[in-house]
């Protein structure tokens, strides 16, 4: 079945660049996520990418996409601490139901 | 301000109680979206409506029953819940079924006693 998979902590100081990373196995997968949840709060819609695509920039956001390792990034340039949250990596359903397949989350973690 | 309002924000229930979650959403979308968000667990969709009409039903028990009365508003009537059913509850909706953006609630945080 469709599985989408992050490593659940990263760590970096302010100032750094974080980079998150997701695989994911529906090779028909049209759109991929990265998604924000703060504590106590929904989630918030980052950016997303189309599949055709191989990068997408937006302001500190940087996506990668990789179709053939399945692999897709989420940098974050200059992280503050206010970019502590748990990110999610989620792929649309190849089928037309609105179906998000999404990853258990990656806890960033920012030290002053 | 995210444009969908859920109520309440936490709820504590006993297992023989009956409540409802509601979820409204000022964005003007056709599909709306019920999902689980349990703990060290993803994100598991629930109920999918698309122009109040319901086109998804990933399994859910009957314990869980959700009402769609029009495209802005969803409720989840909630009975004889059990205590792993203790979750966030988030709402979402999308302009269209093909949820190209979903844009989430806050949650509701249910704990089953």
């Known amino acids: 079945g469709e599985d989408v998979e992050q490593s659940l902590f990263l760590s970096v100081r302010e100032g750094d660049s974080s980079v998150i990373n997701c695989t994911y196995t529906?090779?028909?997968?049209?759109?991929l996520y990265w998604y924000k949840q703060e504590p106590g709060a929904g989630l918030q819609l980052l950016t997303y990418?189309?599949?055709?695509?191989d990068m997408k920039q937006d302001q500190r956001l940087t996506v990668l996409l990789n179709k053939k390792d399945k692999h897709l990034s989420l940098r974050i340039a200059d992280t503050q601490t206010g970019d502590s949250a748990i990110y999610f990596c989620?792929?649309?359903?190849?089928?037309?139901?609105?179906?998000?397949?999404f990853g258990q989350g990656t806890t960033l973690q920012v030290k002053p | 301000e995210t444009g969908v309002t859920q109520t309440p924000r936490h709820l504590v229930m006993g297992m023989t109680n009956k409540k409802s979650l509601k979820c409204e959403q000022h964005?003007?979308?056709?599909?709306m979206y019920w999902y689980k968000q349990s703990a060290k667990k993803p994100l598991e969709l629930m109920f999918v409506?698309?122009?109040?009409?319901?086109?998804e039903n990933n399994s859910v028990p009957s314990r869980f029953s959700p009402e769609c009365p029009n495209s802005s508003h969803l409720f989840l009537h909630l009975h004889t819940l059990q205590p792993e059913d203790s979750a966030l509850y988030l709402c979402?909706?999308?302009?269209?079924?093909?949820?190209?953006?979903?844009?989430f609630g806050s949650g509701t945080q249910l704990s089953v006693l």
């Open positions: 964005l003007g979308h056709n599909a």
């Open positions: 990418i189309f599949s055709n695509m």
């Open positions: 409506y698309n122009f109040k009409e319901q086109t």
């Open positions: 979402a909706s999308s302009p269209g079924q093909g949820g190209e953006k979903l844009f």
């Open positions: 529906d090779s028909s997968s049209t759109y």
């Open positions: 989620a792929e649309k359903d190849s089928g037309n139901t609105g179906k998000l397949i």
